[in-house]
């Protein structure tokens, strides 16, 4: 057996250990004589899988009780239509573009109201999140959203807009649990999970009480309605069980590196050792600059298409994978997740130093 350095935007690395874990107990869940994927989600060993999942989940990011916890299948583009559809009180919605993820949400959210672009970074190809300080939020919005790390563009918001009594809605997907985070600044907080968390097909929803609809929505079909997960211990139907217990294995692993402080401590590491070098490059450079730089998405480029294609290929062959850009973007993109090791972030700068030589 032998394991790649996988680069992967998502569904993307996990840790080793973790997977070790689940193939232990693949056969044979701790006496239960079955594996997860084949337990009635009904049953008592499940039930205590997906507490302690949320338990763990409660504690890693500090979620006061007044905000619940949903797992919802569907990934984050059914978010996309969710959050409008829950949170529709005046029917106006206002987005910030910064990228791909929040302008396809934007686009869904026009389905269903109006929704409105605030401000976007197109102008820039989204090499830059839009500055926050100055925009006005208008108080009839339902909520403000944002994608809080761009996957594709590589950015981040080095602040969180100030939206007053408009709920902030925040897309976490490409950075959830990458470092801490102070939950009540937010209305919603969402993600799929298969970027940092846990295998795809999988959101996790932490809404604020308050916010969750208490009647039903009759126009909205039932499995959109985050009350029909609230009220049903997310188990209206049967819950993506396997997902759920990998995630919560990941959890304990975050809980083991120190925490969110502990995650975000390695992340700065590895992230700085590679815009540190891009930074010296003569031959690559990264796409974006200063604090809007992403610490999950790193992309680079040479300046010609066909050095960046032998890179890739020639990053391959060394067992660095899933390298190459988003098409959008082109060139190159690194996604270190929690779950790279700092000698995978170290092996991919020895190796681009090594074709920065050969190449100049
Ligand atoms: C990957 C990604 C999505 C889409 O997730 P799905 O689970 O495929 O729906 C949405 N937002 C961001 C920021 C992403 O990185």
Redesign the pocket.
């Known amino acids: 057996m032998s394991r790649v350095y996988n680069f992967s935007a ?1 569904p993307a690395v996990l840790p080793e250990s973790v997977l070790k874990e689940a193939a232990e107990e693949m056969l044979d869940y701790r006496g239960c004589g079955m594996s997860v994927m084949e337990m009635s989600h009904r049953s008592a060993a499940f039930q205590q899988i997906i507490d302690e999942a949320e338990a763990d989940l409660r504690e890693l990011m500090g979620i006061p009780e007044n905000y619940k916890v949903l797992f919802i299948q569907g ?4 978010q996309f239509a969710a959050i409008p559809l829950n949170l529709k009180r005046n029917g106006v919605f206002d987005y910030i573009v910064s990228g791909s ?1 929040s302008k396809k949400a934007l686009e869904e959210a026009g389905r269903f109201g109006e929704a409105r672009c605030l401000a976007s970074s197109k102008d820039g190809n989204f090499s830059y999140v839009p500055n926050v300080d100055e925009l006005s939020f208008s108080p009839e919005a339902d909520y403000v959203y944002i ?1 809080q ?3 594709i563009y590589g950015t981040r918001y080095p602040k969180l807009p100030e939206t007053g009594n408009v709920p902030l809605v925040a ?1 976490v ?2 950075c959830f649990l990458s470092e801490p985070i102070d939950v009540e600044k937010y209305g919603v907080i969402y993600g ?1 999970v ?2 940092n968390v846990g295998p ?1 097909g999988m ?1 996790i929803v932490i809404v604020r009480e308050d916010l969750i609809p208490t009647e039903d929505l009759p126009d909205v079909p039932l499995m959109l309605q985050w009350r029909t997960y609230t009220e049903n211990g997310n188990m209206y139907n049967t819950p993506p069980c396997y997902t759920i217990y990998i995630c919560g294995k990941v959890f304990k692993w975050i809980k083991a590196q120190g925490g969110l402080e502990g995650m975000k401590r390695i992340n700065e590491e590895k992230a700085a050792l590679l815009y540190d070098y891009l930074d010296s490059s003569n031959l690559f450079k990264a796409t974006v600059k200063g604090a809007d730089r992403s610490i999950m998405n790193v992309p680079f480029v040479t300046g010609s298409d066909e050095l960046d294609a032998e890179f890739v290929k020639a990053a391959k062959a060394a067992g660095i994978e899933n390298i190459k850009g988003h098409r959008s973007v082109g060139g190159m993109r690194a996604s270190i997740y929690n779950a790279m090791p700092l000698a995978g972030v170290q092996a991919l700068v020895d190796f681009m130093r090594e074709f920065e030589q050969q190449h100049s």
Do not use: L, P, V, Y
């Not at 990934?75 to 059914?78: F, I, K, L, P, S």
């Open positions: 998502g990934g984050a583009t059914m993820w994608c790390n761009e996957t897309d997907s490409s799929g298969q970027k795809a959101a």
